[in-house]
């Protein structure tokens, strides 16, 4: 068995992305600037950390800041 047929299971430790929010989603293609920029992600209005759009609420709150 490869290195690269390793897959990711739920047991894996969250990846430490440092500064980034947890909220941001798991898409290694598209990175914060590029998910702004595109509309998928927004700036947190507290924590001003980008989050997936699919994680604020109503007033641009990641789910850290609510
Ligand atoms: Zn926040």
Redesign the pocket.
Known sequence: MGYLSRKPNSNDPPRSREGLSLWLGDNDVLDETALLLSGSAKR?S??G?A?DIRYLDASN??P??R
């Open positions: 947190c507290d924590c950390r989050t709150l990641c850290d800041c």
